[in-house]
């Protein structure tokens, strides 16, 4: 069975960093776009970040430009967001997903996704 799982969350100040990861299996990892979303209390889970198969397809949203960067380690089967400059509105428990069924230009929609992880908490404080 699929699997994912995400971990590197936490409790942080404004302007502090985070990196956090998810860890894949059961799928053909190295073939699948992946993403990164997110979901605030009382809020729809949002687009933040995805990428292509090879790593050369990134989107962010704009929320996160220029502070977040994903990446990826297909020999790892793993998938990395790298947050700096964290603000109090990134606020938000982080989920990685899965789209097994493309490859290239990922998708910002959370439909598209066939798997999501359990969530990592980020929680930045003022």
């Known amino acids: 069975q699929v699997h994912l799982g995400e971990a590197g969350g936490g409790l942080v100040q404004a302007g502090d960093s985070l990196r956090l990861s998810c860890a894949a299996s059961?799928?053909?990892?190295?073939?699948?776009?992946m993403g990164w979303f997110r979901q605030a209390p009382g809020k729809e889970r949002e687009f933040v970040a995805a990428i292509s198969y090879s790593g050369r397809g990134i989107y962010y949203a704009n929320s996160v430009k220029g502070r977040f960067a994903i990446s990826r380690d297909n020999a790892k089967n793993t998938i990395y967001l790298q947050m700096n400059r964290l603000m109090p509105e990134d606020t938000a428990i982080y989920y990685c997903?899965?789209?097994?069924?493309?490859?290239?230009?990922?998708?910002?929609?959370?439909?598209?996704?066939?798997?999501w992880g359990q969530g990592t908490q980020v929680t930045v404080s003022s």
């Open positions: 997903a899965a789209d097994v069924n493309r490859k290239y230009d990922p998708r910002t929609e959370a439909s598209e996704y066939d798997y």
């Open positions: 059961g799928l053909t990892f190295s073939n699948s776009a």
